[in-house]
């Protein structure tokens, strides 16, 4: 079992930027998977990125790609999504997930999951 520990949420301005973090902890991070979701009040989970075991494979939502970036460091435990050209519509609590089989867009493929950080960006 691995445990999430999202952070560097916050309230921005839009145009602004803002890097979460994802500390693991548990079994061997490098054997996961890692993906960001994220929900908005009244909407569903959706997909915002994922990242494969080795770094080597990512995907991202059309509505970040250009904007958004995630990386992972095996070294520390720790994922990251960066957010550059923040919109409204982006504000949502974000998560990150990990799964042990999976890299892609689908959250019920994820087997753990984080508490959440908030994002909120004003206009």
């Given at each position: 079992?691995?445990?999430?520990?999202?952070?560097?949420?916050?309230?921005?301005?839009?145009?602004?930027?803002?890097?979460?973090?994802?500390?693991?902890?548990?079994?061997?991070?490098?054997?996961?998977?890692?993906?960001?979701?994220?929900?908005?009040?009244?909407?569903?989970?959706?997909?915002?990125?994922?990242?494969?075991?080795?770094?080597?494979?990512?995907?991202?939502?059309?509505?970040?790609?250009?904007?958004?970036?995630?990386?992972?460091?095996?070294?520390?435990?720790?994922?990251?999504?960066?957010?550059?050209?923040?919109?409204?519509?982006?504000?949502?609590?974000?998560?990150?997930?990990?799964?042990?089989y999976y890299t892609g867009t689908y959250y019920r493929a994820y087997e753990y999951?984080?508490?959440?950080?908030?994002?909120?960006?004003?206009?």
């Amino acid at each position: 079992q691995v445990q999430l520990v999202e952070s560097g949420g916050g309230l921005v301005q839009a145009g602004a930027s803002l890097r979460l973090s994802c500390a693991a902890s548990g079994r061997t991070f490098s054997n996961y998977a890692m993906g960001w979701f994220r929900q908005a009040p009244g909407k569903e989970r959706e997909f915002v990125a994922a990242i494969s075991w080795s770094g080597g494979n990512t995907y991202y939502a059309d509505s970040v790609t250009g904007r958004f970036t995630i990386s992972r460091d095996n070294a520390k435990n720790t994922v990251y999504l960066q957010m550059n050209s923040l919109k409204p519509e982006d504000t949502a609590v974000y998560y990150c997930a990990a799964s042990t089989y999976y890299t892609g867009t689908y959250y019920r493929a994820y087997e753990y999951w984080g508490q959440g950080t908030q994002v909120t960006v004003s206009s």
